[in-house]
């Protein structure tokens, strides 16, 4: 539950309700930066998502060593389907 | 054993038990509680019990938000569900969790509108595409979620979203910190602290735990190495007779928390008088509630529900469990009636619930790290 994967920020969109478009574990999807609004992160930071949205901005080496653990671990698996997302697809 | 050869960094991690081992007292037993149902996880996923010596015990907190959630919560969201207009969704967690009429799974299965949402902002999006139905988000979490939540009522009050509306169990960790220090069956030498939660609120809400209880408390990450190197920094403090909030993962939490996400918090939610928690009964001002400024958007003004207490199938030791009475494998259905597979606990459901995870790597050998013998 209160799981936080590593993501990269890939883009920003400027005059979008903080939205940004992040690369995590191979996957690329949308997240929400509302909760760093006192230090917005920039395209190439390093932050920890959760629920999608990012909660801190993290180190580079900090998060490609937490996606080596996960992946070793066989768990990144997991975090690939909770970075997907599901659900919307049937909507 | 096929992990331990590429693991990161096993010199670390035998140089962190061999740390443990050099500062723990022979002659003493400890008892450290690990708060957050994250380190529960990474405790039996990666076998570190094993690592420890007998004499140092972790006991298992409640800091799972689907364990703690009592059967009468998971029953009142349920119950919204059942309108035909209502679209009710949740994070993959709540889905197998047993309600007094099943699960919302097998809600789905028979009919109702079920969906599993992996953010909150999907289920502001998929009220968005559907403007004939209400779409209800099952909302449950700790200060780590809870601010997510708060961005997305404060979005769709921005928007003037009418059909989408929240069912709020957010709880807060220190009253429930609090009510285990109180209870009498307790005795806790220390803790190890979240780490997610105290990315939002900080180090400071932890002062009391060192100053008026004289506890030792060390926020901790959740790599095998965090966790073994805060119980170092744990016994250093309790062999010095000192009691002070430590912050292992300084990498992440800062100790200020996140202003930001403490200030949308505030802006959406108040503390509830009192809230049931599963196996510890009322605890007071441990919840969140929509502020009367957002009620169109809060599901529990919006619908009637019953909000009827429902006890625990009799048998079940749940809430033993989570205040660390009783360890998973002591429960009587462990294993036997109560399986991942056809959990009857909330604790069996989640990854992060005790059970699950002893169930999962203790019970099943399939820790990481325990031949490591570091
Ligand atoms: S084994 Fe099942 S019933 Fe027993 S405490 Fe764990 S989750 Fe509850």
Not at chain 1, 40 to 53: M, T
């Amino acid at each position: 539950m209160c799981l936080a994967i590593p993501a990269k920020i890939v883009e920003l969109f400027p005059g979008e309700e903080s939205r940004a478009l992040v690369e995590v574990v191979g996957v690329r999807r949308h997240i929400n930066t509302g909760l760093l609004e006192d230090d917005p992160p920039k395209a190439g930071d390093w932050v920890l998502i959760h629920v999608g949205f990012a909660m801190s901005k993290i180190s580079e080496e900090q998060a490609l060593d937490q996606l080596h653990t996960l992946t070793m671990l066989g768990e990144q698996q997991a975090a690939m389907e909770e970075a997907q997302g599901y659900g919307l697809n049937d909507s | 054993m096929k992990f331990v050869d590429e693991f990161r960094e096993p010199g670390v991690i035998g140089k962190a038990c061999g740390e443990i081992r050099r500062l723990a007292d022979p002659n003493r037993h400890y008892r450290f509680m690990e708060v957050c149902g994250g380190h529960t996880h990474a405790i039996y996923r990666f076998g570190l019990k094993d690592l420890l010596p007998p004499n140092i015990e972790l006991v298992h907190g409640p800091g799972c938000p689907v364990c703690v959630l009592p059967m009468g919560r998971i029953d009142d969201g349920l119950s919204i569900g059942k309108d035909p207009d209502v679209i009710f969704t949740a994070f993959g967690d709540m889905m197998r969790v047993p309600g007094t009429q099943g699960s919302p799974l097998e809600h789905k299965a028979r009919g109702m509108d079920v969906r599993i949402v992996y953010s909150p902002s999907d289920a502001l999006e998929l009220a968005k595409k559907n403007p004939g139905k209400h779409v209800m988000f099952f909302a449950i979490g700790f200060e780590t979620t809870a601010p997510s939540t708060a961005l997305i009522l404060m979005r769709a009050r921005a928007l003037g979203l009418h059909n989408f509306s929240v069912f709020c169990n957010h709880v807060t960790i220190i009253p429930a910190i609090r009510a285990i220090l109180d209870s009498p069956d307790m005795r806790i030498d220390a803790f190890i602290g979240p780490g997610h939660v105290s990315t939002v609120i900080g180090c400071r809400p932890y002062d009391w735990i060192a100053r008026n209880e004289g506890k030792p408390i060390v926020v901790a990450g959740f790599e095998p190495v965090d966790v073994l190197q805060s119980i170092v920094m744990l016994l250093e403090q309790l062999n010095k007779g000192e009691a002070k909030v430590e912050n292992q993962y300084k990498r992440v939490v800062p100790w200020e928390g996140n202003h930001a996400a403490l200030k949308a918090m505030g802006e959406v939610f108040e503390l509830r008088p009192y809230f049931e928690w599963r196996g510890m009964g009322f605890i007071s001002q441990s919840a969140l509630k929509i502020r009367s400024a957002y009620a169109e958007w809060d599901a529990e003004s919006r619908f009637h529900v019953p909000g009827v207490r429902v006890t625990d199938p009799k048998a079940a030791q749940c809430g033993e469990v989570l205040k660390g009475v009783l360890k998973p494998a002591q429960c009587k259905l462990f294993g036997k009636e109560c399986t991942p597979e056809r959990p009857v606990g909330a604790l069996m459901v989640s990854s992060e619930g005790s059970c699950a995870a002893y169930f999962n790597y203790e019970h099943r050998k399939n820790a990481v790290l325990t031949s490591i013998g570091a």
